[in-house]
């Protein structure tokens, strides 16, 4: 039951989406075009939101690959360790795995997403629920009290809903 509840809360396969890249080192969130009929020429506004779009997919690419980057990385091996270890059914172990997933989350959270793209702050608020609820869990932990910090980390989920429609919204993508 534990691996199910870690596994389950693994911190959603979206973090990794929305700091990651896809294929071929690019971003998981490429920039779409706004569409258009041959011939026509888009609307001024399109045109304008477009082009704040695309300055925001660039600053936010630009995030992703530059000096972020092995925070980026770095938060990923630990949820991927996370996900490791939460079968071996040893609650120390799987508590020092969450531990180090929340001092992840904090060096992460000291290279904040690009405003344009987050201007409501999801991401730091996801990293901060992390590292709030990981915080908690010390090394004597109890298999329930062990359960309990994972149920704390249902509000991620929201989090990342909030952070991946965000992002859509502001970078295009």
């Known amino acids: 039951m534990i691996a199910r509840l870690v596994l389950g809360v693994v911190l959603a396969a979206g973090v ?6 896809g294929s071929g080192g690019q971003p998981s969130h490429p920039v779409t075009r706004a569409a258009t009929t041959p ?18 997919a660039r600053q936010y690419h630009a995030w992703q ?8 990385v770095s938060f990923e091996a630990a949820q991927q ?14 508590a020092a795995t969450m531990n180090t ?6 060096v992460l959270a000291r290279f904040p997403v690009p ?20 915080g908690e869990v010390g090394p004597d932990v109890t298999l329930t009290s062990l359960q309990q910090a994972i149920s704390q ?16 919204r502001t970078t295009g993508s």
């Open 16 to 21: 990794l989406t929305a700091c990651g890249t």
């Open 39 to 56: 011939g026509s020429s888009p609307p001024a506004s399109a045109v304008a939101g477009s082009t704040a779009a695309a300055a925001c």
């Open 65 to 72: 690959h530059g000096p972020a980057h092995p925070a980026i």
């Open 81 to 94: 360790a996370l996900a490791d270890e939460s079968s071996s059914g040893k609650p120390a172990l799987i």
């Open 101 to 106: 997933l929340g001092q992840r989350a904090a």
């Open 115 to 134: 405003a344009c793209a987050d201007p409501n702050r999801y991401f730091a608020a996801l990293l901060s629920r992390i590292g709030s609820v990981t």
């Open 153 to 168: 980390l249902g509000s991620v989920f929201s989090l990342e809903s909030d952070f991946s429609a965000e992002l859509k």
